[in-house]
């Protein structure tokens, strides 16, 4: 698929095009009114040379839908919050939930494009980028999610007589800048450019649809005729009970809990000045990591009563709470359900040189979710790429991530569930689940020797951290990530 072989001498007539338009608009009505009730996120990604009428054609596009069931953003320009953040950041908070469509004049490709103040990506930049961007559509798709993508061609004397036009209207003259102007006098080699991003992100469901756009009317025609189609062709998937692609198969993990010694404890004196020192010097850290603008991840998995909040407690207690943020992950709420399961844990991304904690987290799904049959086995089993995927885009964008899995033995969770429950001020941390989880402890732990073998990877392992000692847990922590963070500080 070229952008080069493509026909733009394609026109259409005022009479056809509000003919056929009339019809196109009640079948557009009609197609929103399913998606709303079959509940199909649906996401429209609209790109293309500047002037192409990409603005154009999302006005008409309107006219057709509800305006309650979409939402449209313009994604060219980054605020300061989102330049602090993975580049995706931005598009995943954004993502639409089920029943609601999504329009992006301009998306995730602004990065590779020839726009102006883009800088060019080295080779190994680019891989990772579009490694990112086609996992990032291949989740949401996964999820159930229909990506439209649609590129608007003109060639170099429509773009130029396009540009006349504006600059000579003191109402749109703003509109034309020194960026737009070269990409016309560049053409052709961004014109390769664009040829490049479409062939290294057609893919799969994720396909490119292009737009021969020197004739408006006939624009307006096509797009429509293909969000009509390919909104259709889901519909009638879903109806046939079209079942979503199952992740990768994966045998019995190790027992990589089985070979851990849970005797290893620690003094009270060594424990008080350990944890004096590993404070101040995580403390001294939180202020160099904002200096030098590193966003920091922290997970904390585990056992109930394993220890997860003694050990955050212990971490933070140092440091600067305008620079941290901890996050408890507790059951979705309906909105949160609506959406992709990794759009919540989006939403609470560190921005640059912050930190946030996270009291649970993303593992959930192949956790909690696969045990208690709360995901299907499909969505749990292929979620250990999507976790991979996301954590990799992180580091890509510089994040440090650490992941700890708080462990303690059946004996030493049960003598602390007693002491919950028979101390006042410990009763609310102790409930009906906790008891019931503890019955399904096997199934538990083999879901985790699953995710430690499957979603550790170099840049992104995971730590067991041996808590039948509290105070060794605790100061293990803290030393670990202090290390970590003073090596890759230096």
Known sequence: MSLKN???????????YKSRLKEIREKLTLLQQTVMTVGIPVLIVFEGWSASGKGTQINRLFHSLDPRYYRVYTMEKLSEDAEMRPFLWKYWIKTPSRGMITIFDKSWYRLVLPVEGNRILKESELNNYYYDVNAFEDQLTLDGTLIIK??????????????????????????????????????????????DMIEQSDRGL?????????????????ICDIIISKIEKEIE???????????HKNTAAPSALAAVDLSKSISNQEYKEKLTFYQNRIAHLGFKL???????????EGWDAAGKGGNIKRLVQELDPRGYEVVPIAAPTQEELGHHYLWRFWKKMPKDGHLTIFDRSWYGRVL???????????????????INDMEQHLCNHGTVIFKFWVHVDMDEQLRRFEERRGNPLKQHKINDEDWRNRGKWEDYESAV????????????????IESNSKKYARVKVLEYVTDKLEMMLR
């Open 6 to 16: 493509l026909e733009l001498t394609q026109k259409i007539g005022n009479r056809e």
């Open 150 to 195: 649609l590129f608007l061609h003109i060639s170099k004397d429509e773009q130029a007589k396009r540009f006349a036009e504006l600059e000579n209207d003191p109402d749109t003259n703003w509109r034309v800048d020194g960026g737009d102007r070269r990409q016309n006098g560049e053409y052709g080699r961004q014109l390769a450019l664009f040829d």
């Open 206 to 222: 994720n396909k490119w649809s292009l737009i021969e756009a020197e004739d408006k009317n006939f624009a307006t025609l096509r």
């Open 237 to 247: 998937r879903r109806g046939t009970g079209a079942k979503a692609a199952k992740g």
């Open 290 to 300: 904002y200096k030098k603008r590193c966003p920091v991840v922290i997970v904390f």
């Open 368 to 386: 909690v979710e696969r045990v208690e049959k709360l995901a299907t086995e499909a969505e749990w089993r292929r979620a250990y790429k999507e």
């Open 449 to 464: 020797n699953d995710m430690i073998a499957l979603t550790s990877t170099e840049r992104a392992p995971w730590t067991i």
